[in-house]
């Protein structure tokens, strides 16, 4: 049920916390990687291969729709994806140049996410198979801790955006979902401020605390979930 033996996983924003966590899990699960971030994620790359997994990468900006559908294409199988890629500046909506970061911020966290899925979710259809994981954020669900609101915007629209592609993708035995991070102990929160004695938990989530949820839904065992967002975020938000 947990195997991901002779199945291929694609995760974007692979180099960075949760993304790099989610392909060591997989990895040791059995899985097949393809692995994209910006810059590339060539070190994790190396270590993965070391330890006996296939693996293949790519650097490119999820903003750019050719290159994420052409890295999707090139791949032989395609049985997972999972929509890691995120932005989250900690600005001020009164900063002078605040319309551009808030374009910024919607085209890499809600329209590079639409970049990443639609050709998976077409493909998965195609196939009759496929798991959809989306990242979105506890800002989407309650607003953050400390988020600005373009960033709210766009993650809300990321939970939004799952139901409308589970409903359209379910029909053919693939099931879109979403994980909701609370602060997770990534560089993403190094200058945040977040005051972790505000979470009942009483600590920010390790990034391998929400990639385990991220790969339950990349599995079998998930079979029967469809367009759910899993609140993974230490009480700060419960449902
Ligand atoms: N860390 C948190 O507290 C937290 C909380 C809620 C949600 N999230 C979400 O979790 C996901 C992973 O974040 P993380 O905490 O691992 O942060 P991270 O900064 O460690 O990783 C994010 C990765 O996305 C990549 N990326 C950014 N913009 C990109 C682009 N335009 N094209 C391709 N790749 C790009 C970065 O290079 C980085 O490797 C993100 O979607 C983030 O919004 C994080």
Not at 30 to 52: I, S
Request: with cysteine.
């Amino acid at each position: 049920m947990l195997s991901f033996e002779g199945k291929t996983v694609l995760i974007t924003g692979a180099a960075g916390g949760i993304g790099a966590e989610t392909a060591r899990i997989l990895s040791g699960l059995g899985a097949d990687l393809a692995l994209c971030d910006l810059e590339g994620c060539d070190d994790l790359a190396d270590e993965l291969r070391d330890a006996g997994t296939s693996v293949v990468t790519a650097a490119f900006d999820i903003r750019d729709r050719a290159q994420a559908e052409a890295f999707i294409g090139a791949q032989p199988r395609l049985d997972a994806i999972v929509a890691n890629a995120g932005f989250c500046p900690w600005d001020d909506w009164n900063d002078g140049d605040w319309d551009d970061t808030f374009d910024r911020v919607v085209d890499i966290n809600l329209k590079g996410v639409i970049n990443v899925m639609r050709p998976a979710i077409a493909r998965m259809i195609a196939q009759k198979h496929g798991k959809a994981v989306l990242v979105a954020s506890v800002a989407g669900r309650m607003g953050g801790l400390r988020a600005s609101p373009h960033y709210v915007s766009a993650k809300g629209g990321v939970i939004s955006m799952t139901k409308w592609m589970a409903a359209k993708a379910a029909p053919h035995g693939v099931n879109v979902n979403a994980v909701a991070p609370g602060a997770t102990a990534t560089v993403m929160v190094d200058s945040s401020n977040i005051d972790a004695s505000s979470i009942p938990i009483g600590r920010m989530a390790k990034p391998e605390e929400i990639a385990k949820p991220i790969v339950f839904l990349c599995s079998g065992a998930a079979s029967y979930m469809c367009g759910a967002t899993m609140d993974v975020n230490g009480g700060v938000y419960m449902v």
